[in-house]
C-alpha cells in the first residue's frame, strides 16, 4: 500500500511527518508558506509544489500540519474547490471547538474530515512512545491506518471531530502541571543550595511511582464514593505545611495554592473526612 500523499506545513513537526512518509515509499507531495524546507525531503525522492493549489490537487489523501485552527483557514479557503473529494487529515494542534469548526467547513464542501493530536516530539515520529489520537471520520481512519501507523501508535476516539484534541489536551494537562509542580520543588530546594539537576534526579523515580496511583484515585471517582476506605483524606493532604515552607523560602507560593484551594473548597463544605479524589468535585464546580 503506498497511498499518494500531500503534506502542508513543514515546520518541525511537519517535516518529521513527511519524512516518515517518505522513506516508508508513499509518492509524498510537500508544501511550506516559506522556501528553503523541503531541500532534506526532495532528497528523499519528496516532490515540493510550488503552490498549496498544486500540493492538493496532487493527493486524495492530504495532511495539514500548521500552526493553529486560522493559519489552517489560510492556506486551505482559498484551494478548497481542490479539495473536494479528497481527504483531509488535521493534526495541527486546535481546540475542540475549532476541530468541530474545520470539520463542519470540510463537509460542507465535499471534503472527508479526520483531526489528529500528536502526542509526540517530532524526534518520536515513527519511533517508540509516540502516539496520535483520532477523530472524526472512520472510514478515514480506516482506510488510511496502515500509513497513520507509520508515524505512532494509532487511536480513533469517534466520530465527533472534537474527541482527539479534547483528549489531547486532557493529557497535556495532566503533563503541565506536573512540570509546574516539579519546578516548584526545585524552587524550593533551590534555596538550600539544591540543583535543579539534583532535585531531577531524585523526583523522576518519585513520580515514575506516584502514577501508580492514578487507576485508585479514577476507581473512586468513577464509583462517585469518596468515603471508601483506605484513601488519604482531605484533611490529611491539607498542603499549609508546603505553602508556608515556599513562602519561607521567598518563592511563589501559586503552583501549591491551586491545590490547596481545591482540597479546602471541599473540607468547606464539610467533606474533610473524605477521600483526596473529591477534588474533583470542585474541579468539575467552579468557585
Ligand atoms: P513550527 O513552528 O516548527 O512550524 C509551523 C508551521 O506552520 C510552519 O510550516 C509555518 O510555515 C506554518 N505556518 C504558520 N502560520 C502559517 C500561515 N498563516 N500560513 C501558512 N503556514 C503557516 O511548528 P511545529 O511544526 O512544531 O508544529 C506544527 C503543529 O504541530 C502545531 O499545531 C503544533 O502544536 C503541533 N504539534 C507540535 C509538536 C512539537 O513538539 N513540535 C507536538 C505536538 C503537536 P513557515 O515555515 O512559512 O513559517
Partial sequence: NTATVTVLGLGEMGRALATALARAGHPTTVWNRSPGKADALVGLGATEAATASDA???????????????????????????????????????????AGE???????????????????????????????????????????????????????????????????LALLAGMYVMFAGFLHGAAMVAGAGVSATEFAERAAPWLAAMTGGLAGYAAVVDGGDYTVPGQQ????????????????????????????R??????????????????????????
Avoid at 262 to 278: C, T, V, Y
Wanted: glycine share 10%.
Fill in 102 to 168: 474545520i470539520a463542519a467547513w470540510a463537509d460542507a464542501h465535499g471534503v472527508t474530515y479526520l483531526d489528529g493530536g500528536i502526542m509526540a516530539v517530532p524526534s518520536m515520529i515513527g519511533g517508540p512512545g509516540s502516539s496520535i489520537l483520532y477523530s472524526g471520520s472512520s472510514d478515514a481512519f480506516d482506510r488510511y491506518r496502515p500509513l497513520l501507523d507509520l508515524w505512532g501508535e494509532s487511536t480513533y476516539f469517534g466520530a465527533d471531530p472534537g474527541l482527539a484534541s479534547l483528549y489531547d
Fill in 233 to 260: 483524606s482531605l484533611e490529611f493532604s491539607d498542603l499549609g505545611d508546603m505553602v508556608a515552607a515556599s513562602a519561607a523560602q521567598g518563592i511563589s507560593t501559586e503552583v501549591v495554592d491551586m491545590v490547596q
Fill in 56 to 98: 492538493v490537487t496532487a493527493s486524495d489523501l492530504v495532511i495539514a500540519c500548521l500552526l493553529d485552527a486560522a493559519s489552517v483557514h489560510q492556506v486551505l479557503d482559498p484551494v478548497v474547490d481542490r479539495l473536494a473529494g479528497r481527504t483531509l487529515v488535521n493534526v495541527t494542534t486546535t481546540t475542540p471547538e475549532q
Fill in 262 to 287: 481545591l482540597i479546602r473548597r471541599q473540607i468547606d463544605a464539610g467533606h474533610g473526612k473524605e477521600g483526596f479524589a473529591r477534588i474533583f468535585e470542585s474541579i468539575k464546580q467552579p468557585a
